[in-house]
Nanobody
Framework: QVQLVESGGGLVQAGGSLRVSCVAS????????MGWFRQAPGKAREFVAA????????YYAESVKGRFTISRDNAKSTVFLRMDSLKPEDTADYYC?????????????????WGQGTQVTVSS
């Protein structure tokens, strides 16, 4: 099993930037595809971005493409989500998730491991 802990959320003005991180612990010897999801108040959870174990493959939701960048440092068991040109509609709790295997997925149901989330608030 793997445990995930997010950090780096906070309050930022529209147009600003923020980087959230997710550190994995536990059984990190397996190769995990990592994803970021978010959930705004009163809304369903939605996919944001995902990255393969090697980092060679990434996938983004249309709503964040060109503004967000997912990356990872396997030596530190950490995955990052750099968020630029933030908009008020990006306000949400951001969760990282992990799944074993090479296939990137945008569906949360394929990720068995989840962090507790970090809150991002973008003011207008």
């Amino acid at each position: 099993q793997v445990q995930l802990v997010e950090s780096g959320g906070g309050l930022v003005q529209a147009g600003g930037s923020l980087r959230v991180s997710c550190v994995a612990s536990g059984r990190t010897d397996s190769r995990y595809t990592m994803g970021w999801f978010r959930q705004a108040p009163g809304k369903a959870r939605e996919f944001v971005a995902a990255i393969s174990w090697s980092g060679d493959s990434t996938y983004y939701a249309e709503s964040v493409k060109g503004r967000f960048t997912i990356s990872r440092d396997n030596a530190k068991s950490t995955v990052f989500l750099r968020m630029d040109s933030l908009k008020p509609e990006d306000t949400a709790d951001y969760y990282c998730a992990a799944r074993e295997g090479a296939a990137i997925s945008s569906e949360g149901r394929f990720y068995p491991y989840w962090g507790q989330g970090t809150q991002v608030t973008v003011s207008s």
